[in-house]
């Protein structure tokens, strides 16, 4: 399975932006899928996810209440919308797809990730 981030792009303090990850197929389980993000020097950071029938989400407590995280079965790809955007949002955004039907936090229950892409946020 192959992912695939877009949407990032520069923007300033305030403004929102809307990431999508597409798949590219399904995979033989129902996957949660999640976003992190990762800042230069600093480690990867949990940002939201979401489970495989989008009825349960979570959010790290920097962006709880900005973001919002969804899915579209159907066309295998996965939204992030991001509100209230602060400098220190910038970052490589990454998502990925656990290994099973649940998001998590820990990145270590994914299996598999995309390249990412950059958001960077100005003052």
């Known amino acids: 399975v192959q992912l695939q981030a877009s949407g990032g792009g520069l923007v300033q303090e305030g403004d929102s932006l809307s990431l999508s990850c597409s798949a590219s197929?399904?995979?033989?389980?129902?996957?949660?899928m999640g976003w992190f993000r990762q800042a230069p020097g600093k480690e990867r950071e949990f940002v939201a996810a979401?489970?495989?029938?989008?009825?349960?989400?979570s959010y790290g407590d920097s962006v709880k209440g900005r973001f919002t995280i969804s899915r579209d079965n159907a066309k295998n790809t996965v939204y992030l919308r991001m509100n209230s955007l602060k400098p220190e949002d910038t970052a490589v955004y990454h998502c990925?797809?656990?290994?099973?039907?649940?998001?998590?936090?820990?990145?270590?229950?994914?299996?598999?990730w995309g390249q990412g892409t950059q958001v960077t946020v100005s003052s």
């Open positions: 990925a797809a656990a290994r099973g039907a649940l998001g998590s936090s820990n990145g270590y229950d994914y299996q598999y």
């Open positions: 197929r399904r995979t033989s389980s129902n996957n949660g």
């Open positions: 979401i489970s495989w029938r989008g009825d349960r989400t």
